[in-house]
């Protein structure tokens, strides 16, 4: 399993904030604390951005010093959180593409995801894009600069490089037909040709055909990451937001909401004869 940085930071987010709650103590008691042992750069908030993942690079010194707050004296279990703090400090290769990827949260947890799900209304998903089409469709979101789009482009092929692993996770995309459809001529056959070719038992794809009407996926895209040792994961992107829902509640919302779609889609088989059939036709 490939060891993503951006999952050891959310680790380390949760196990602080575990650590502060077992010790009975609030944000701002911790900041007191803080600045009695001489670190008077802590505030309340900042306790917050660190429980909450909302830091970059965290800093070993920092979590030493929550460590000696919440009275965390055992050698083997400071070791490991320790070790968990520079694991997270370390860089994936997205960081090379922060200019177009941003802080590529959802680039960094999906190495380490064991199941991903996702459900798309007018694309095909990220990571079963041919290369023609995730050009195209990044022109068409406004972006004119060539190097941009070569970067971006770049950037989608390296993400998919995760389902090509020995231990790539399992895959199952459901597709609403109307993606299929917006694919641009000159791209279909290659695009309809890889959802045929990609499948293999741990990779499944659905369509979810305009025959059947309003459906509970109408509302938008999503993407669901499970994880072996971690709580799942929802993603929801918008044109100018990255939401990342991760409370219990939300998170089985959104499995139940799947399962809603899954059940009223094309069985594997049957989104498969569908999509040979639209190569076929070329429509």
């Given at each position: 399993?490939?060891s993503s940085p951006?999952?050891?930071?959310?680790?380390?987010?949760?196990?602080l904030r575990?650590?502060?709650?077992q010790a009975?103590?609030?944000?701002?008691?911790?900041?007191?604390?803080?600045h009695?042992?001489g670190?008077?750069?802590?505030?309340?908030?900042?306790?917050?951005?660190?429980?909450?993942?909302e830091w970059?690079?965290p800093?070993?010194?920092d979590?030493?010093?929550l460590?000696?707050?919440y009275?965390?004296?055992d050698?083997?279990?400071r070791d490991?959180?320790v070790?968990?703090a520079?694991q997270?400090?370390?860089r994936?290769?997205?960081v090379g593409?922060?200019?177009?990827?941003?802080?590529?949260?959802l680039?960094?947890l999906e190495p380490?995801?064991?199941?991903?799900?996702?459900?798309?209304?007018?694309?095909i998903?990220?990571?079963?894009?041919?290369?023609?089409?995730?050009?195209?469709?990044i022109?068409s979101s406004g972006?004119?600069?060539a190097?941009e789009?070569?970067?971006r482009?770049?950037?989608?092929?390296m993400?998919?490089?995760?389902?090509?692993?020995?231990?790539a996770?399992?895959?199952?995309?459901?597709?609403?037909?109307s993606?299929?459809?917006?694919i641009?001529?000159?791209?279909?056959?290659e695009?309809l040709?890889h959802l045929?070719q990609?499948q293999?038992p741990?990779?499944?794809?659905q369509?979810?055909?305009d025959?059947?009407?309003?459906?509970?996926g109408m509302?938008?895209?999503?993407?669901?990451?499970?994880f072996?040792?971690?709580?799942s994961?929802v993603?929801v992107e918008?044109h100018?937001?990255q939401l990342?829902?991760?409370?219990p509640?939300e998170?089985?919302?959104?499995k139940?909401?799947?399962?809603?779609?899954?059940?009223t889609?094309?069985?594997?088989?049957?989104?498969?004869a569908?999509l040979?059939?639209m190569l076929?036709?070329?429509t």
């Open positions: 399993m490939a951006t999952l050891r930071r959310r680790r380390l987010s949760w196990r575990e650590l502060r709650e009975g103590l609030t944000a701002d008691e911790v900041t007191n604390q803080a009695e042992r670190a008077s750069r802590w505030s309340a908030s900042k306790i917050t951005r660190i429980e909450r993942n970059v690079r800093k070993v010194e979590v030493e010093l460590l000696d707050i009275r965390v004296d050698p083997g279990e490991a959180i070790i968990l520079k997270a400090r370390q994936g290769w997205w593409y922060a200019d177009v990827l941003g802080k590529g949260t680039t960094g380490e995801a064991s199941v991903v799900r996702t459900f798309e209304l007018a694309v998903p990220g990571l079963l894009q041919t290369e023609g089409y995730a050009r195209a469709l022109a972006i004119t600069d190097a789009i070569d970067r482009v770049e950037a989608r092929m993400r998919k490089q995760i389902l090509a692993r020995s231990d996770p399992r895959y199952w995309a459901i597709i609403d037909e993606a299929l459809r917006k641009p001529r000159e791209l279909r056959e695009q040709r045929v990609v293999r741990n990779l499944r794809v369509v979810l055909p025959s059947i009407g309003p459906h509970a509302m938008g895209q999503f993407l669901i990451l499970d072996p040792e971690d709580p994961v993603y918008g100018t937001t990342f829902h991760e409370e509640e998170v089985e919302r959104y139940l909401l799947y399962d809603y779609v899954q059940s889609a094309l069985s594997v088989d049957e989104s498969r569908l040979e059939r076929e036709s070329r």
